[in-house]
């Protein structure tokens, strides 16, 4: 049973390009999360999906910032018009839930995105 | 709504002496606990979690976490560390969605 799976690990974009970051969650995982890490910080929630719905995107930036889990296929994360300040690891988690709530998440190994 | 403190950013503790890192959350509904460690250039990985039962969870590797109720903490400990427990670790609490405290850096020293 292969983890999470991120890719690219590595992302290199210039200013004003789209970043694509794809996130394939562990078999029978039905839930997402996407958070951002920057140097010396946290993790930053952006956003919690289910397949074909967002549950949450409190965390999200209100523009350029984009997500969706289709019912078949990873899970994107999308920036359009990259900015430096774009710059950061993003990792992504899935999860199943149970009749209990949800159940602990695993992560995958972070796309770490740079803007030159 | 959820939030989660990690009281301590940095730790420097030596080797094989114990550590104790902090983690109190404050939550309306029931919650699960967790922490999960990241070593450097890596993603996070599940320490130990708590979901119900016995208060006190330990990880196969020697950390143990103590679910506080009446205090709302769940503080990770370690009687003795050792150099490749040094890492970062994160203390998380699940109601609904997954959310983390801001982490706190162990750096053991020989």
């Known amino acids: 049973n292969a983890g999470v799976m991120q890719n690219p690990r590595h992302l290199v974009r210039r200013r004003g390009q789209e970043a694509r970051l794809r996130c394939s969650p562990m078999k029978g995982h039905s839930h997402v999360y996407w958070y951002r890490q920057l140097p010396e910080e946290g993790l930053k929630f952006m956003v919690y999906?289910?397949?074909?719905?967002?549950?949450?995107e409190s965390g999200m930036p209100k523009e350029r910032f984009s997500a969706e889990f289709p019912k078949e296929g990873p899970s994107i994360l999308r920036i359009q018009q990259v900015v430096r300040g774009d710059s950061a690891a993003y990792f992504c988690a899935s999860s199943r839930r149970t009749g209990e709530g949800n159940t602990e998440a695993f992560f995958g190994q972070g796309t770490r995105l740079t803007v030159v | 709504a959820q939030s989660v403190t990690q009281l301590d950013s940095q730790v420097p503790v030596f080797e094989e002496a114990p550590v104790e890192l902090r983690c109190n959350y404050s939550?309306?509904?029931?919650?699960?606990l967790f922490w999960y460690v990241q070593y450097p250039n890596q993603g996070l990985q599940l320490l130990l979690k708590y979901l119900s039962g016995s208060t006190l969870v330990e990880s196969i590797n020697g950390f143990e976490a103590e679910f506080n109720k009446s205090q709302t903490s769940f503080h990770l400990r370690k009687p003795s560390v050792h150099i490749s427990d040094t890492a970062e670790y994160f203390c998380?609490?699940?109601?609904?969605?997954?959310?983390f405290g801001a982490g706190t850096t162990v750096t053991v020293r020989a």
């Open positions: 998380a609490v699940n109601d609904y969605k997954l959310s």
């Open positions: 999906l289910q397949k074909e719905n967002i549950i949450d």
């Open positions: 939550s309306s509904v029931s919650v699960y």
